[in-house]
């Protein structure tokens, strides 16, 4: 019984919480094993972030990160400077720009 009570608990305040979606820009992710993986365990460290995606730029200079956070828990600047202390210059892409991209690669 007890255990039923605190799953109704934990999914009440689950509910209340507001999910943000953030993509970045993270010059120098490069590699998809130690780069994707050095900006992946920084993000760890960042409570309340979930990774969507990455993308490293193979033969480019800028990879890509998308994550959803709790933005009661965390913020865009916490989330940023994570991947900065790791060694990555890291920038918002514009909401704008990032749902065109989307749209693009739905059409194709």
């Not at 507001?18 to 993986?37: F, H, P, R, T, Y």
């Not at 990160?65 to 202390?85: E, G, H, L, P």
Request: with cysteine; proline share 1%.
């Amino acid at each position: 019984m007890k255990k039923i009570i605190a799953l109704f608990a934990m999914a009440a305040a689950v509910v209340g919480v507001q999910a943000a979606e953030l993509n970045l820009k993270v010059d120098g992710m490069v590699c998809s094993i130690g780069c994707v993986s050095k900006v992946k365990q920084s993000l760890t460290t960042v409570k309340g972030v979930d990774i969507k995606g990455t993308k490293f730029a193979l033969g480019k200079k800028l990879g890509a990160v998308k994550v959803s956070f709790c933005d009661q828990t965390t913020s865009k600047k916490k989330i940023m400077n994570a991947i900065k202390k790791a060694g990555y210059k890291v920038a918002e892409v514009p909401q704008k720009k990032a749902k065109g991209k989307a749209k693009a690669k739905k059409k194709a």
